[in-house]
């Protein structure tokens, strides 16, 4: 199992930046995928989930209608659309997949939101 984040970077206030997760070694469409972050300082927490049916989604209530996850399952694919970006969206953002029980986790891409 291999989880691949890109996209992050630097970004003012008020901006938008989409991170994608590419994923292998397992049945991308049958699993929930989450997006998580971590903050220096703090711990991980999860920012937004997509389910494997039905598509339905949940997301932190920090983030909620600036944030969207998506997945393509035909490219193996989550992302994290992220607009009006706000400094304390800072973090770490990592992938995930629980996969028969196994967490498994990107090595994260960094988000920072200053001016």
């Known amino acids: 199992v291999q989880l691949v984040e890109s996209g992050g970077g630097l970004v003012q206030p008020g901006g938008s930046l989409r991170l994608s997760c590419a994923a292998s070694?397992?049945?991308?469409?049958?699993?929930?995928m989450r997006w998580y972050r971590q903050a220096p300082g703090k711990e991980r927490e999860l920012v937004a989930q997509?389910?494997?049916?039905?598509?339905?989604?949940n997301y932190a209530e920090s983030v909620k209608g600036r944030f969207t996850i998506s997945r393509d399952n035909a490219k193996n694919t989550a992302y994290l659309q992220m607009n009006s970006l706000k400094p304390e969206d800072t973090a770490v953002y990592y992938c995930?997949?629980?996969?028969?029980?196994?967490?498994?986790w990107g090595q994260g891409t960094q988000v920072t939101v200053s001016s």
């Open positions: 995930h997949a629980r996969i028969l029980g196994i967490r498994y």
């Open positions: 070694g397992f049945t991308f469409s049958s699993y929930d």
């Open positions: 997509i389910f494997s049916v039905g598509n339905s989604t």
